[in-house]
């Protein structure tokens, strides 16, 4: 079996000292939400943690 791999898209910064990234763009991340869920404040992880909407 060969372990090597030619391409892979990612997220996150982290980097082996052993391999070569470039930024392909920034994207923006978007939450869908439940309609019937209003939202008051800015969406983040913990939030969206914090309604059971993400589990990590």
Do not use: K
């Given at each position: 079996?060969?372990?090597?791999?030619?391409?892979?898209?990612?997220?996150?910064?982290?980097?082996?000292?052993?391999?070569?990234?470039?930024?392909?763009?920034?994207?923006?991340?978007?939450?869908?939400?439940?309609?019937?869920?209003?939202?008051?404040?800015?969406?983040s992880l913990?939030?969206?943690?914090?309604?059971h909407l993400?589990?990590?």
């Open positions: 079996m060969d372990d090597r791999l030619d391409m892979a898209l990612t997220f996150g910064q982290s980097l082996l000292p052993r391999l070569t990234a470039e930024v392909l763009f920034w994207p923006n991340m978007v939450a869908l939400v439940p309609s019937s869920l209003t939202v008051t404040v800015r969406v913990t939030w969206l943690c914090g309604h993400l589990m990590m």
